[in-house]
Nanobody
Framework: EVRLVESGGGLVQAGGSLKLSCAAS????????IGWFRQAPGKEREGVSS????????YYTDSVKGRFTISSDNAKNTVYLQMNSLKPEDTAVYYC??????????????????WGHGTQVTVSS
């Protein structure tokens, strides 16, 4: 059974930083795309950043480029999202998703088979 567990969310002031973790277990291979998505109240789930566990290829949506960094520790089966210079508009529940067939640069939530339960990130102004 595939299990994804997010952690690291919290409340931070604008300009601050948080580091999210997505611990994966039960993935049947080492060739997956792990994506971080976020969903604010009343909005659709949007792709933030993704990484290929096979070759480390990464993708960032425009609104987080230069502020967020995705990385993976394959030995720990964990993907991280370092978020710097946070803005109030970054406030959302952050989810990690995993899929063998997803493409790193095309973050479509419906294409991801496995999801964590999410972690809340709140950025105060």
């Amino acid at each position: 059974e595939v299990r994804l567990v997010e952690s690291g969310g919290g409340l931070v002031q604008a300009g601050g930083s948080l580091k999210l973790s997505c611990a994966a277990s039960g993935l049947p291979s080492d060739d997956y795309v792990i994506g971080w998505f976020r969903q604010a109240p009343g909005k659709e789930r949007e792709g933030v950043s993704s990484i290929s566990t096979l070759d480390g290829t990464t993708y960032y949506t425009d609104s987080v480029k230069g502020r967020f960094t995705i990385s993976s520790d394959n030995a720990k089966n964990t993907v991280y999202l370092q978020m710097n210079s946070l803005k109030p508009e970054d406030t959302a529940v952050y989810y990690c998703g995993a899929d063998h067939w997803a493409m790193v640069d095309r973050m479509i939530a419906e294409e991801y088979d496995h999801w964590g339960h999410g972690t809340q990130v709140t950025v105060s102004s």
